[in-house]
């Protein structure tokens, strides 16, 4: 086995997760997905093509009708692209792992925004890169902040790939328009490829579709890949179906590498996938609607609590918060879940930027369930 492997510091949201998830009065909001299901519609769209026997292997970059209708999707709420620049991956986190594979190896460098979601950071160091990461910073408020310069900054020539992800996971964080021109035209200046990944640009509460992408502004020649997924939009989390936008004629090498990883998407679940885009705006509209509604009503009841910091979101599916006293952020979440019923994810499993913070999913069906929580959590800190 490579050392570097062995080495490696696990999970520690599947850490904290796994302490818990076979008591079933634990409340658990520690992943990133809602207590939905996905639409029914999507699920006989499956069902149907299961019924139909398409069980075989396809095409390495996806089926071509979802290549095309993802093609539309992204150009309803970006600049146009073509569906050759789409590739239809085995889940959001594959398609960062291929952008990856074909961007980085061993003695390589990229700059990483942090704190963030640890596959972002862990994925290049399983190759031997070496991750630079960019702090943001929390404000009085708990509100997280970019320095731009600083990020400007560290990314140079040397630097192999800029790894971002806006909205970002798990802070809310979200780069600005005029941020994103700023990191394209210096990334285009020092040959730095921008790996984009806006999984969470739909689970937007600034106003708009969306939240800014690159997309918006980048051309099909820029070194530029954004990588999405079903999974939060369309409620697909079990269903593993992501894609990418990739730069023109950059497609036949990402074939390749789905070949060697997973060889295709299988056709039942991108059946599933070409439902969901049919569902239309107003089935992610809805979702977005409810969740500011949960949003809304944790955040206010968060705020109520003495020695919790928590800034309202912009985007994503979680509130960022830090209680005073508890620096140790694991010990805490593994405290809450032990003793009082409760299932956060812990600050520090995003990166050390994140250390005495916690990671509250919102996105609940039943608000009772976030009410309870914040009960528990009340209790916990002896309010
Ligand atoms: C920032 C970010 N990127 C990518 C993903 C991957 O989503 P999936 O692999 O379910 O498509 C997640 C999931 O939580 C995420 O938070």
Not at 49 to 75: K, Q
Not at 206 to 212: H, L, M, S
Not at 278 to 300: I, K, W, Y
Request: hydrophobic share 45%; net charge neutral.
């Amino acid at each position: 086995m490579r050392d570097l492997v062995v080495a490696m510091q696990g999970s520690r949201i599947r850490e904290v997760a796994d302490a818990g998830l076979k008591n079933p009065d634990v409340l658990a909001f520690w992943f990133g997905e809602s207590d939905e299901a996905t639409p029914l519609a999507v699920r006989e769209a499956a069902v149907r093509s299961l019924e139909r026997g398409e069980t075989f292997y396809g095409h390495n970059l996806g089926l071509p009708e979802l290549r095309d209708a993802l093609a539309r999707y992204t150009s309803g709420l970006h600049r146009p692209v073509d569906a050759g620049r789409i590739a239809v991956t085995s889940s959001g986190v594959s398609a960062l792992m291929l952008a990856t594979e074909l961007l980085v190896g061993a003695g390589d460098e990229v700059v990483a925004v942090a704190p963030v979601w640890p596959n972002l950071t862990q994925q290049p160091a399983v190759m031997g890169t070496r991750v630079r990461r960019v702090a943001l910073a929390p404000d009085a408020g708990g509100a997280w902040r970019l320095d731009l310069r600083a990020l400007i900054d560290a990314i140079g020539a040397q630097t192999k790939v800029l790894l971002v992800n806006s909205p970002n996971n798990p802070t809310g964080w979200t780069l600005t328009r005029d941020e994103q021109q700023a990191l394209l035209s210096h990334c285009r200046r020092t040959g730095t490829w921008i790996v984009a990944d806006e999984v969470y640009e739909r689970m937007w509460f600034g106003g708009g579709r969306c939240a800014p992408s690159f997309l918006d502004l980048a051309t099909s020649g820029d070194r530029l890949i954004v990588v999405h997924s079903f999974s939060k939009s369309f409620l697909m989390t079990g269903w593993r179906l992501g894609w990418m936008v990739l730069p023109d004629g950059v497609g036949p090498q990402v074939g390749k590498l789905i070949e060697f990883n997973t060889s295709c998407a299988p056709e039942f679940v991108q059946r599933g996938g070409l439902a969901a885009l049919a569902l239309g705006d107003s089935f992610v509209e809805g979702l977005v609607q409810r969740l500011r509604a949960c949003r809304d009503l944790l955040l206010a009841q968060l705020r109520e609590l003495p020695g919790v910091t928590v800034a309202v979101p912009d985007g994503g599916l979680y509130a960022f918060l830090r209680i005073e006293a508890h620096a140790d952020s694991l010990a805490l979440a593994k405290t809450l879940v032990a003793e009082h019923g409760l299932g956060l994810a812990p600050g520090v499993a995003f990166g050390p930027e994140g250390e005495g913070w916690l990671r509250w999913c919102f996105a609940s069906r039943e608000r009772e369930r976030l009410a309870l929580g914040v009960s528990r959590l009340a209790r916990a800190l002896g309010l």
